[in-house]
């Protein structure tokens, strides 16, 4: 407990990354926030690395698989921009989409960033996850169309449009303007066999807003970690690694699967400290026994 409190106590003085410069190889507009996150929290400079279509690692639309994990994805793209702008730190993110896992009522975004140090030899990496406006729809008229636009908060949210079906190779992108989407839309009719056309929302962080966001909040959990040093070895990113479940039941005293303790452990030299969570109890209806 003493070691964890004095890793909180140290992250303000914990400035090893001050004026440092850390590759973001992205082209749909991520510095926009990351970089202001990033140098208010630890005082670094985020240096854009362009000339590297990040689309031939993976597209949301389909046209290129991504391959591998989400998180070797952004693995991947960092260290392609450590290597193009010749820096030893490196920063990239990787987004996916998918029905919320315990409802499946909404459709959830789930964000990782991951930050590489070759000086110092660790892998750190911030995620957030929330609601999305990831969905699609065939359209068979315009009207159909209009509705799912709207309620995909377009124009503020961009619509990609193809002709027949989902995977239908002819495709246009980027479309933010109703003008655009009218035209797309009945372009992709006309080219399609079924005289339909399959939209869907343009989940690229520059033509959404919500995953933008999704973006920045990984960033904020990014920062965190990096503000917390190792009481060891002072190295940053020392995080919460495992959850423990077992906090008892505040009715009959059984352990629940809710969290009793927090493991954190250091990237680089492996020191790990349990910490007890604050909550003493469980509620009821967490509990196996009493709520089966």
């Known amino acids: 407990m003493r070691e964890i409190e004095h890793a909180k106590d140290s992250r303000l003085k914990n400035a090893i990354y001050k004026d440092s410069s850390v590759a973001l190889l992205t082209q749909h507009g991520k510095e926009k926030v990351v970089a202001p996150i990033l140098a208010a929290a630890i005082g670094c400079e985020v240096a854009l690395v362009t000339g590297f279509d990040t689309d031939q690692l993976g597209t949301f639309t389909r046209d290129i698989p991504r391959a591998g994990t989400q998180i070797e994805a952004a693995r991947k793209k960092a260290r392609i921009g450590m290597k193009l702008a010749n820096l030893p730190l ?108 399959f939209l869907e929302t343009d989940m690229r962080a520059h033509m959404n807003p919500m995953r933008m966001e ?18 060891i070895c002072n190295t940053p990113g020392f995080q919460i690694v495992e959850r423990i479940p077992g906090l008892p039941c505040e009715d009959c005293d059984s352990p629940t699967r809710d969290t009793r303790a927090d493991i954190h452990r250091c990237a680089r030299c492996g020191h790990q400290v349990a910490l007890e969570r604050p909550e003493k109890t469980a509620p009821a209806g967490h509990c196996d026994w009493c709520n089966p």
């Open 214 to 231: 999704m973006v920045a909040q990984a960033s904020r959990d990014l920062a965190h970690k990096l503000r917390a040093p190792c009481p």
């Open 90 to 197: 490196g920063l990239a993110s990787e987004g996916s989409f998918g029905p919320d896992p315990f409802t499946g009522l909404f459709s959830l975004n789930i964000e990782m960033m991951v930050w590489i140090d070759d000086t110092l030899g660790i892998e750190v990496v911030g995620v957030a996850s929330g609601r999305t406006n990831f969905s699609h729809l065939l359209a068979a008229n315009w009207e159909q169309a209009e509705a799912f636009a709207r309620a995909a908060d377009f124009p503020e949210h961009g619509i990609v449009v193809r002709p027949r079906h989902e995977d239908d190779s002819r495709v246009r992108k980027g479309i933010a303007d109703w003008e655009s989407l009218r035209e797309a839309f009945f372009w992709a009719c006309g080219e399609a066999d079924n005289g339909r056309a």
